[in-house]
């Protein structure tokens, strides 16, 4: 760690992940240089950090030649369409800030001899077929269906930055990010939990795909942002995952969601299941708990009440 203040670049710093990230990196003492295109990324949730003469937002597509003055410490990768809605409707984008632009983030690492993390996911499992998922299982992508543009991206993402490592000695970490929710997520990105959570708000059906039989394990964002900040202080260099190990069927997810909006009456109403939509996924963490003593802390009741609570201010005032 370096004596003065470390400086860390956070691309996709707009986003979910990357703006609780970029709030948990200035908590820390860091100074932060954000840059995202805003392709999926919001001002909105940054715009409580304007004037911090730590922080800095600069618009920017990370699949053009970054340029950053000065010293950088740290490198988080984050940038990228996330939900399955999303890399659907950008998916020449998501190939290539995952490819492009996991690349630019390299270069300028190795150029400013920072760390570099990058934000993979659990997607590189595919629809897994080993359950649950420890990190030595290399998965089961379709590489030509509409979620291989996110998964191959994600994977060459993490092949290039091993390569980076191998090659050019370059201080990496690999963060396999699961299932992650809480404030700031977009009410309209299309992913389970902002969509129930609006969908019964307004007292309307919860729209189910498939049977509901499919199962995730969902981990607040706190949680997460404190793994991912283990993981770049630590040494470790091969891929890690984070994330809640608690599964549950996503129609016992529906119930949960309705029952804490106060409206366990809500009806459910099937839609087909999206292509190759993963049966299970769930997290094996051993390897976070002995490497980084890492666990998550938020119970699911505490986060999603959390979650609710932010979604329902935007209800309130109209903005969704
Ligand atoms: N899902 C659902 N209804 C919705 C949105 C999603 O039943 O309105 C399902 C989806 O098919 C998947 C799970 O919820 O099985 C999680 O979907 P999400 O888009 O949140 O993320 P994924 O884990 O698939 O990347």
Redesign the pocket.
Known sequence: MPKTRPVSVVTGGAGFLGSHLCDALLARGHRVVCLDNLLTGTVENIEHLAGSESFQFIKHDVTQYIYVPGRVDFIFHFASPA???DYLQYPIQTLKVGALGTHKALGLARAKNARFILAST??VYGDPQVHPQPESYWGNVNPIGPRGVYDEAKRFAEAMTMAYHRYHGLDTRIVRIF?TYGPRMRSND????P??IV?ALKGRP?????D?T?T?SFCYVSDLVSGIISLAESSYHDPINLGNPQELS?LQ??ETISKLCGRPDLPIEH?P??VD??KV?QPDISLAREILGWAPQVSLENGLADTIEYFRKLVASGRV
């Open positions: 939900s399955p809605a659990s997607e299932n299309g992913r389970v939990v969509t129930f969908q919860l729209t189910v795909y498939g509901g499919q995730r996503i997810f529906a839609r299941l999206p939509d993963p996924r």
